[in-house]
C-alpha cells in the first residue's frame, strides 16, 4: 500500500472511530452547535459548559456524557466546542435551503448618541462614561440600547410603553426570567426592591443560575429599563447603574 493510500485509511479508520463514538445522533449536533453560536454572540463564554448544561436541560439530554465526550475532543468550554469540536463534523450536510426566500429586512444600522429625547417620556442629557448608548434602527423601528463599556456583553433595553404594573407581581419576574432564560426547573428565586432618588429598582436571579435581570422604572412613566447581567457581577453593574440614572 502507498503512502497516499495509507493516510487515507487512516483518516478514514478515524473518522469511524469518531461516528462511533458520538453520544447521541450526529445530526442532532447541529442545533446544539446553533444554539452555542447563538448565546456566544450575545454574552461571553464564562470558561465553562453552563451553556451546554442549559441546552441539555431544555432537551432533556444526558449532560454527563456529553461533557465527558466533549472534553476528550478539546471541548472544555462552550467556546472551545464551536472552536475545536464542530469542524469535525464538516461531513454533515445542512438541510437543503427552500428555493422560496423570505423577504430579506433592512439592514441594521447603529448610531452611537451623547443625548436622547423621546416622545414616549424617556430623556437623558448627557450619556456618562463608561456607559455607551446606541440606536439600533431595523425595518423602521429605533431602539435604544445601553452598555457598560465598548466590549461589555451586559447591556439596558429600554422599553417603550412598559406594563410597569406588572413589576409588582412576582409571577410576571418570574415568567421573564423563566421565557428569557429557557430554564424553567428547580428554581427558587430571589427578587430584591430597592429605591434611588425617584426610581425604583427590582432585581430578580436564582441561587442556581447566573443570569440576572434588573428592571428601572418611574411611577407616572411609560418606559423601563431592563439590564441583563450576571449574579456574580450585578451589584457593581447596580452601581454603574445608579451613575446612569442620575443623567436622567
Not at 465553562?48 to 468550554?77: H, M, P, Q, T, V
Not at 427558587?188 to 434611588?196: G, K, L, P
Request: proline share 3%.
Amino acid at each position: 500500500m502507498d503512502k497516499k493510500a495509507m493516510k487515507k485509511a487512516f483518516k478514514e479508520k478515524e473518522m469511524r472511530e469518531f461516528r462511533e463514538s458520538l453520544p447521541m445522533k450526529e445530526t442532532d449536533f447541529l442545533p446544539l452547535f446553533d444554539f452555542l453560536d447563538n448565546e456566544l454572540t450575545q454574552t461571553e463564554c464564562a470558561g465553562n459548559l453552563s451553556l451546554l448544561e442549559k441546552y441539555c436541560a431544555k432537551e432533556k439530554l444526558d449532560f454527563i456524557s456529553l461533557k465527558e465526550w466533549f472534553r476528550k475532543y478539546g471541548g472544555y468550554c462552550d467556546c472551545e466546542i464551536l472552536g475545536n469540536v464542530e469542524e469535525q463534523f464538516y461531513y454533515l450536510e445542512k438541510p437543503e435551503i427552500s428555493k422560496i426566500q423570505p423577504k430579506k429586512s433592512q439592514a441594521e444600522q447603529r448610531i452611537k448618541l451623547n443625548e436622547l429625547t423621546t416622545d414616549f417620556g424617556f430623556s437623558i442629557k448627557k450619556v456618562p462614561s463608561p456607559w455607551i448608548l446606541t440606536a439600533i434602527s431595523r425595518d423602521n423601528v429605533t431602539n435604544y440600547q445601553f452598555q457598560i463599556g465598548k466590549k461589555s456583553y451586559f447591556s439596558a433595553t429600554l422599553e417603550r410603553d412598559f406594563v410597569i404594573e406588572k413589576l409588582a407581581e412576582d409571577k410576571f419576574l418570574h415568567d421573564y426570567w423563566t421565557n428569557r432564560t429557557e430554564l424553567d426547573y428547580e428554581l427558587e428565586f430571589v427578587i430584591d426592591r430597592q429605591h434611588f432618588n425617584d426610581f425604583e429598582i427590582i432585581q430578580i436571579r436564582t441561587r442556581r443560575w447566573a443570569p440576572s435581570f434588573v428592571f428601572v422604572y418611574k411611577q407616572g412613566l411609560k418606559w423601563c429599563l431592563i439590564m441583563k447581567t450576571e449574579t456574580a457581577r450585578v451589584k457593581n453593574d447596580i452601581k454603574e447603574l445608579e451613575r446612569l440614572l442620575k443623567e436622567i
